[in-house]
């Protein structure tokens, strides 16, 4: 890969998708900030953290999805890898008891195709990608909600595998599910390490810091910003555009990324 193809990567939920209205988003400034001259973004809204991590690790290992080309493998000697992590009440499995994950299939396997997720930018290889993928990751009410989107696309999910879901949730722990994501991304770390030569990965958004990964970690909105206030200009990514730019601002004063 030549220096004009340097890259970022994108891998995460809805906070690092880029809105088709305004694409404004402080990862693009830093893009520019690494000298990246295009950004693969494979950030989804409503996505798990073992989805995520899954989709990162992929992005590492250079595995030919569907579509992807050899002139899109991720260079360890220049290219960049943002991971965002998400809330941990959310959910993998498979699509229905007669769906099956397919390893050569790679990220194909996961729900890239999301009607309700209208104003966000689609992942580059989108058309490459099933509709009627083998697993869902997903916010838990997206299926299992009083009005649950993915219902509305008519999936054959009968009452059991519903109230599985509903029962998944009341076990659920908070603190478990961000020590678990905390592991699963040493293990993506520990890659990227293994084979890195100049290349720079950086995790934000993640509730348990494990050593390893806090070196690695970027300041979220709220540490930069502090609370902010719900306006009706939010993109897709739950930010406005200005706090986007207001993000970046704080963001570059750190000495992580200078």
Not at 132 to 146: E, L, R
Not at 230 to 251: G, I, P, R, S, Y
């Amino acid at each position: 890969m030549s220096q004009v193809d340097k890259t970022l990567w994108i891998a995460g939920d809805s906070y690092g998708t880029f809105d088709k209205t305004d694409g404004t988003h402080w990862v693009k400034q830093l893009a520019i900030h690494y000298g990246c001259t295009r950004v693969f973004n494979l950030a989804r809204g409503g996505m798990d953290n073992t989805a995520i991590n899954f989709v990162a690790e992929e992005i590492l290992n250079n595995h030919l999805w569907p579509g992807r080309t050899n002139d899109q493998m991720f260079n360890y000697d220049t290219d960049v890898l943002i991971v965002f992590c998400t809330q941990p009440g959310r959910f993998c499995h498979r699509r229905t008891p007669y769906h099956n994950f397919i390893i050569d299939k790679s990220i194909a396997n996961l729900n890239w195709h999301t009607p309700y997720l209208k104003q966000q930018e689609p992942m580059p290889w989108i058309d490459d990608m099933p509709k009627d993928s083998s697993m869902f990751s997903q916010t838990y009410n997206s299926i299992a909600g009083a009005d649950a989107p993915l219902l509305s696309e008519g999936i054959d999910i009968d009452a059991h595998q519903v109230q599985f879901i509903n029962d998944s949730v009341m076990y659920n722990d908070t603190n478990y599910e961000n020590v678990r994501n905390a592991q699963q991304l040493a293990g993506v770390i520990g890659f990227f390490e293994s084979r890195a030569d100049g290349a720079i990965i950086h995790i934000i958004n993640q509730g348990y810091q494990m050593p390893h990964i806090a070196k690695y970690r970027l300041p979220d909105w709220c540490e930069l910003l502090g609370e902010m206030p719900d306006q009706e200009d939010t993109l897709v990514n739950h930010m406005t555009a200005k706090q986007h730019n207001d993000f970046w601002e704080q963001l570059k004063q750190r000495p992580l990324i200078l």
